[in-house]
C-alpha cells in the first residue's frame, strides 16, 4: 500500500474516532460553504466517504494492520491513563520519559542479574581458595603426624627387642637417632602459628622441641616396658592434638565439591594413626605375654576403628575402592588381622622364638601396610589438588563473563538509550505532523459530509455508506413547485452570468429559508424550485403543513430581493403544491440525485404551472390535510383542467 493512501485511511480512521467523541471543536474555523458548484463531477465513491482507498481496498483493511494506527493507539493510552495530551509539551515529555525507562527495566534486571553472579562468582573462589589454602595447611599437619607415627612404631619395636631378645635391633632397620632427625625437620617445616591448639606445649616450636627430646632421652636412658609407655602416651597425646586441628580445619571447608576427597582424606589418617597405637599395643602384648583387660579392651577398640574408617572410606570415596579392598585381600593384611585374633583371643601360650618371629614379621607387615595407606592418601590428596585447580578454572571463567557482559551492558545501554530517545523524537514529530494533517481531513470530511448532506438527505446518505437500499415507497407526503413569473422576459434582457448570479441569489434566500421547516430540497431546473416535506423522514401528517408554511414564508421574501444588475426588478412567484403517495430513490452514480416518482410529483409541477404569480395553488388532498391541522386560510379557485387528471378542484392558499 501506498503512503499516501496509508495516511489517508489514518486519517480518516481518526477523524471518525474523533467524531465519536464529540471532538468538534475544529469546526469552528470551517470557511462557509459558498454552494455546491465545486461538488460537481464527484463520483458516487467519493459520496461513499471514499471507503475505497486508492489501490482498491477498503479504510478498514488499510488501517487495521498499519504502523500508524498503531502510534495512534500507543499514543493515546497515555491520555487514557495520565490524564495527559500526548501531543501536548508535558505529554512528549511523559512519554519520552516512559519510552527510556521501558527499556531500562530489562537492562537494570541483567545488571542486578550479573552482579549478583559476579558476586556468587567471587564467594565460591575465595571458598575454593579458602578449601586449597586449609588443604595445603594439613599437609604439614599430615607429614609431621605421620613421621611422629613411624617414631612411635619404631620405639615400640625397639622397646620389645632390647626387653625380650637379645637380638641387635639395628640389624632389624632401626635407628632411632635417624628416625628423631627425620622427625625434627618435618617440625621445622611445620607452621604452627596457622593451627588453633591451645595446649601450652604448642606455642612455639621450641617449646615442643624440648618436650619431645626429654621423652626420647627417657626412651634411650630407660628402655623397659613400663617405663616406655609413658612416652607412648606422649606420642599418642601429639598425634591425637595434631589430628584433631586437622579434622577442625578440614570441618571448616564449605561450598566445594572436594568435600568426599575431605571426609576420606580425615579417615584414612585416623584409620593410621588408630593402626600405628594398635601396633604399640600388640608389641606389649607379645613382650609382656599379655595384656591387661584394659589395654586388652584398647587394642581390640583401636582395630575396630581402623576397619570402620577404611570402610567409610570405600564409601565416601568409590574411587579408592578397588585400592582399598587390594590392601585388605594382601598378605601383609592377613599377618595384621592374625595378630589382632591373637590379641582378641588372648593367646599367651608362644614361646619367646615364636613372638620374636611373629613380631618382626607383624612390624614389617604392618609398616608396609601403614606405607600403602599413605600411597593411597597421596592420590587422594592430588584429586583434591586437581578438582580445585578445575573449580578455580571455572570460576575465574565466569568470573570473566560476569565482568565482560557488565562492560558491555554499561557501554551497549547509552548507545541504546539514544537511539530510544532519538527514536522516540521521530516519532512525537511524526505524531505532531499526523495529528496536524488529521485535524484538515476531518475538516475537510466534514465539509465534504455537508455537502453530501445538502445534495442528498443525512438519512439517504448514511444509508449509501452503509451499502442499504435508498428506494422507498411513502404514503404520504407533500410536494411543492415554485418558478418565478415571466422568467424567459428576464433571462433575455441579461447576460449569462447576471442570470447566474441572480438565480444563485434566489435559490440562496430560498435555502436559508427551507432550514427552518421541516422540509427536503429535492432540486432546481433552471427557475423551477423543488421541495417536499414527508420524505425521507416521515413526519406524520405535518408535511403539509410543513410546506404551506414555507410556501407563505417565501411568497412574503421573494418581492423583497434586490437584483444586482437590475435593482428595481420585482420577483413574483407561482407555487404548486400536492399531497399524496410517492416513491424515492437515489439515481445513478455521477451526480447522483435523490429523486421523487409517482402522480404525485406530477399534480404538485401542474399545481404551479396552472397557478397565478403571487398564488400558492393546492389541490384536494393538500387542503384536506391543512383543514385537519388547522391554522390556515384557503379560498375555493374552482376547477382547473390538469393534465392527464382532467379537471381538479384547486385552492388558494391565503395565510
Given amino acids: 500500500m501506498k503512503l499516501s493512501t496509508l495516511t489517508k485511511s489514518f486519517a480518516r480512521f481518526t477523524a471518525r474516532q474523533g467524531e465519536m467523541n464529540g471532538d468538534q471543536d475544529d469546526m469552528a474555523d470551517d470557511p462557509a460553504v459558498d454552494g455546491i458548484a465545486g461538488f460537481g463531477g464527484m463520483d458516487m465513491k467519493d459520496v461513499h466517504t471514499s471507503f475505497v482507498t486508492d489501490d482498491g481496498t477498503t479504510d478498514s ?23 495527559v495530551n500526548p501531543i501536548s509539551e508535558r505529554g512528549q515529555k511523559l512519554y519520552m520519559m516512559f519510552m527510556m525507562a521501558l527499556p531500562m527495566l530489562p537492562i537494570i534486571s541483567l545488571l542486578v542479574q550479573n552482579v549478583d553472579l559476579l558476586v556468587n562468582v567471587i564467594d565460591s573462589r575465595t571458598d575454593i581458595i579458602s578449601v586449597e589454602t586449609s588443604v595445603t595447611e594439613s599437609d604439614g599437619i599430615a607429614g609431621f603426624v605421620a613421621k611422629l607415627q613411624e617414631e612411635r612404631s619404631e620405639v615400640a619395636y625397639r622397646t620389645f627387642l632390647v626387653n625380650v631378645t637379645d637380638t641387635d635391633f639395628s640389624t632389624q632397620g632401626i635407628n632411632l637417632t635417624r628416625r628423631f632427625e627425620i622427625t625434627d625437620k618435618a617440625l621445622e617445616a611445620l607452621n604452627l602459628k596457622n593451627l588453633a591448639l591451645n595446649e601450652k606445649i604448642f606455642r612455639s616450636k621450641l617449646r615442643l622441641q624440648i618436650r619431645i627430646d626429654d621423652f626420647r632421652q627417657k626412651i634411650l636412658e630407660d628402655s623397659t616396658f613400663v617405663a616406655v609407655s609413658e612416652v607412648m602416651e606422649f606420642y599418642v597425646f601429639l598425634t591425637r592434638v595434631m589430628l584433631t586441628s586437622l579434622s577442625e580445619t578440614i570441618r571448616t571447608v564449605n561450598g566445594s565439591n572436594t568435600w568426599r576427597h575431605l571426609i576420606t582424606y580425615k579417615n584414612m589418617l585416623r584409620s593410621v594413626e588408630n593402626m600405628g597405637i594398635e601396633m604399640v599395643e600388640v608389641f606389649r602384648f607379645y613382650g609382656l605375654g599379655g595384656l591387661s583387660p ?35 585381600m594382601s598378605k601383609n593384611y592377613n599377618v595384621y588381622s592374625d595378630s589382632y585374633l591373637d590379641v582378641l583371643n588372648n593367646e599367651t601360650s608362644i614361646n619367646v622364638t615364636e613372638r620374636t618371629e611373629k613380631v618382626s614379621t607383624y612390624f614389617r607387615s604392618t609398616k608396609s601396610l601403614i606405607t600403602d595407606i ?23 571463567q565466569s568470573q570473566v563473563l560476569a565482568i565482560v557482559v557488565l562492560i558491555l551492558l554499561f557501554f551497549i545501554s547509552p548507545v541504546l538509550l539514544l537511539l530510544i530517545k532519538n527514536g522516540v523524537k521521530a516519532l512525537q514529530i511524526f505524531a505532531l505532523s499526523l495529528r496536524k494533517k488529521t485535524i484538515d481531513l476531518k475538516r475537510e470530511r466534514r465539509r465534504a459530509d455537508r455537502l453530501v448532506y445538502q445534495m442528498l438527505p443525512p438519512k439517504i446518505a448514511d444509508d449509501l455508506r452503509n451499502n442499504k437500499k435508498t428506494t422507498e415507497y411513502f404514503e404520504s407526503a407533500t410536494v411543492s413547485f415554485s418558478e418565478i413569473e415571466g422568467f424567459r422576459e428576464i433571462a433575455r434582457e441579461c447576460d449569462p452570468l447576471e442570470l447566474c448570479k441572480m438565480l444563485n441569489l434566489i435559490y440562496k434566500t430560498f435555502d436559508t429559508r427551507i432550514d427552518h421547516f421541516d422540509v427536503f430540497k429535492v432540486e432546481t431546473i433552471n427557475d423551477s424550485y423543488m421541495v417536499a416535506s414527508g420524505i425521507p423522514e416521515r413526519n406524520g401528517d405535518n408535511h403539509a403543513k410543513e410546506i404551506a408554511n414555507l410556501a407563505l414564508n417565501l ?29 424515492a430513490g437515489v439515481i445513478g452514480t455521477k451526480m447522483p440525485r ?9 399534480v404538485a409541477s401542474r399545481m404551479q404551472s396552472t397557478g397565478k404569480a403571487m398564488q400558492i395553488q393546492l389541490s384536494q388532498e393538500t387542503k384536506m390535510y391543512l383543514d385537519t391541522l388547522g391554522g390556515f386560510t384557503c379560498e375555493h379557485r374552482g376547477q382547473v383542467d390538469v393534465k392527464g387528471k382532467g379537471l381538479m378542484d384547486t385552492y388558494w392558499l391565503k395565510s
Fill in 555 to 583: 411568497i412574503e421574501v421573494t418581492p423583497t430581493l434586490i437584483i444586482p444588475h437590475s435593482p428595481d426588478l420585482r420577483l413574483h412567484i407561482r407555487i404548486g403544491m400536492h399531497t399524496g403517495a410517492t416513491t
Fill in 61 to 83: 483493511e488499510a488501517s487495521s494492520p498499519s504502523a500508524a494506527t498503531s502510534l495512534t493507539i500507543s499514543l493515546r493510552w497515555i491520555d487514557r491513563f495520565f490524564g
Fill in 594 to 602: 435523490y429523486c421523487l416518482f409517482g402522480d404525485t410529483v406530477n
Fill in 374 to 396: 599413605r600411597s593411597i592418601i597421596f592420590v587422594v590428596r592430588n584429586d583434591m589438588s586437581k578438582t580445585l585447580r578445575d573449580e578455580l578454572f571455572e570460576s575465574d
Fill in 294 to 328: 584394659e589395654n586388652r579392651r584398647k587394642a581390640i577398640q583401636r582395630h575396630r576403628l581402623t576397619e570402620e574408617y577404611l570402610d567409610q572410606s570405600k564409601t565416601f570415596l568409590p574411587s579408592v575402592r578397588k585400592e582399598l579392598q587390594d590392601i585388605e
